[in-house]
């Protein structure tokens, strides 16, 4: 299907496990972006990428590591998961224009 | 620093106007948008500015005034699926990215 997905959509995991966030864009979108959302935060970037190979932390990157290999896809991995880590995800994408970030339908997760 | 203050809550009438207003204080300004966030959902796109004034879409009409660091979004004739949270979200300049700063919206209820 053509757009932005997220996988899983809904996750639960524990105190101390690595978990994967999956985001994959079928427009061949330069930009990509990862947020959290949480009540009384906002929407807040964790991580984007410009390009491929090309990736840059964003206002709460501490817990995060991502990766660009190819164009379309943007994993979000949290190496060692912590409550505090328990929110929605949303990825998103934007073109050259850079005037328009279209965002994938989000992953809930809760760490235990 | 950057900060983004827009209200938490506002409640308006099936039918009427409705503005919600957004200040900004950013090291940097290249752009505001709007965006539309359903509960549960995605946020989507809804508005642009990057030059002083009045941009009109549809039923949405978005307002910049950048020496005042000021922006509302007007919405007429008010629908009940019009009832979702409103985020207004500033663009710095920051090299090749498209970074935005989001502010932590504003929820509508649209009443009978």
Known sequence: DAGITQSPRYKITETGRQVTLMCHQTWSHSYMFWYRQDLGHG???IYYSAAADITDKGEVPDGYVVSRS???????TLESATRS???VYFCASSG???NEQFFGPGTRLTVL | GQNIDQPT???ATEGAIVQINCTYQTSGFNGLFWY????GEAP?????????????????SSFLSRSKGYSYLLLKELQMKDSASYLCAVRGYGGATNKLIFGTGTLLAVQP
Do not use: I
């Open chain 1, 85 to 87: 880590q328990t929110s």
């Open chain 2, 44 to 60: 989507t796109f809804l508005s642009y500015n990057v030059l002083d004034g009045l941009e009109e879409k549809g039923r949405f």
């Open chain 2, 36 to 39: 539309q966030q359903h509960a």
């Open chain 2, 9 to 11: 809550e506002m409640t």
């Open chain 1, 70 to 76: 190819k164009t379309e896809n943007f994993p979000l």
């Open chain 1, 96 to 98: 050259t224009s850079q």
């Open chain 1, 43 to 45: 929407l807040r970037l």
